[in-house]
């Protein structure tokens, strides 16, 4: 059996924790959970973009949504790739913060984004992080990132040079940008030979219209699933084994000259 992914597509409550919590647990009642291995979030779903009001409304070391995702890891006994939050760091300090918990409810990583994107005015509010987003989850080796991260094809390259077989991409990505969304996914994924799950919202803030299409790449490049714009879950499953057999068969890994290249 393949891993089975389920990408919570949905719509975020602008400012109010609280209700997106509840949202997120809506979901989870209604999910299969018995045929899913790990469930996707997109980014900043507790608060969306709400980013002039984070000193009151960012979680202060992410311990409510820590919890929070924790508890339903082990009631529904999935792993779950909670997107992002805004984190609020003992120095007043926010990061745009994915956190990655497995069917125990163990937090087992977290990663910051590490490109902030001004066109949304993250770089006022928030700072970056510097750490890449390398993990294990259900035994396989992944990669996560934040939306605007896919524009930086040598960060995504730091992480698969480290034999990563998926990368997860959380997303507030808004719809007049969705063909970027589209063709970045399938680049990373063509050129790194490797899964992409991406997970992005739909609805509307004050400033965007986002664009859902959340979506589940092969490493070949080929489409596995793909959601529209409304919110949904969209479901998929991957064989991991596949990476290797595209790696073998083209090996862009061990035919690459980073002496001739400039980064
Ligand atoms: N939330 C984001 O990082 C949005 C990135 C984006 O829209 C882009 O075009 O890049």
């Known amino acids: 059996m393949g891993l089975r992914i389920a990408l919570l597509q949905m719509d975020i409550v602008f400012g109010n924790p609280s209700e997106n919590y509840k949202n997120v647990e809506n979901h989870f009642e209604t999910l299969p959970t018995?045929?899913?291995?790990?469930?996707?979030?997109?980014?900043?779903?507790?608060?969306?973009?709400?980013?002039?009001?984070?000193?009151?409304?960012?979680?202060?070391?992410?311990?409510e949504s820590v919890e929070f995702i924790s508890s339903l890891a082990k009631k529904y006994h999935v792993s779950i790739v909670a997107g992002s939050i805004a984190k609020k760091h003992s120095d007043a300090t926010v990061t745009n913060t994915l956190l990655i918990v497995n069917r125990q409810g163990e937090l087992i990583k977290e990663y910051s984004k590490a490109h902030l994107f001004r066109l949304m005015d993250e770089e006022?509010?928030?700072?970056?992080?510097?750490?890449?987003?390398?993990?294990?989850?259900?035994?396989?080796?992944?990669?996560?990132?934040?939306?605007?991260?896919?524009?930086?094809?040598?960060?995504?390259?730091?992480?698969?040079?480290?034999?990563?077989k998926i990368l997860y991409v959380?997303?507030?990505?808004?719809?007049?940008?969705?063909?970027?969304w589209r063709a970045l996914l399938v680049s990373r994924a063509i050129e790194n030979q490797c899964f992409v799950v991406a997970c992005n919202r739909v609805g509307s803030d004050p400033n965007n219209q986002f664009g859902g299409h959340s979506i589940i790449i092969g490493p070949?490049?080929?489409?596995?699933?793909?959601?529209?714009?409304?919110?949904?879950?969209?479901?998929g499953e991957i064989d991991v084994d596949q990476v290797d057999k595209v790696r073998s068969t083209i090996p862009i890994f061990s035919d690459r000259r980073p002496e001739i290249y400039k980064l």
Do not use: Q
């Open 220 to 235: 070949w490049g080929e489409v596995i699933a793909e959601a529209d714009e409304v919110e949904t879950v969209l479901f």
């Open 124 to 164: 006022k509010h928030l700072i970056e992080g510097n750490s890449n987003g390398i993990f294990e989850l259900e035994e396989h080796r992944s990669a996560g990132v934040i939306c605007y991260d896919i524009r930086f094809p040598e960060w995504i390259r730091t992480h698969m040079l480290d034999d990563t």
């Open 34 to 63: 018995n045929e899913i291995d790990i469930v996707v979030l997109p980014e900043l779903w507790t608060t969306g973009y709400d980013l002039t009001r984070l000193d009151e409304i960012a979680d202060k070391d992410g311990t």
């Open 170 to 180: 959380v997303a507030e990505w808004p719809k007049p940008r969705i063909d970027h």
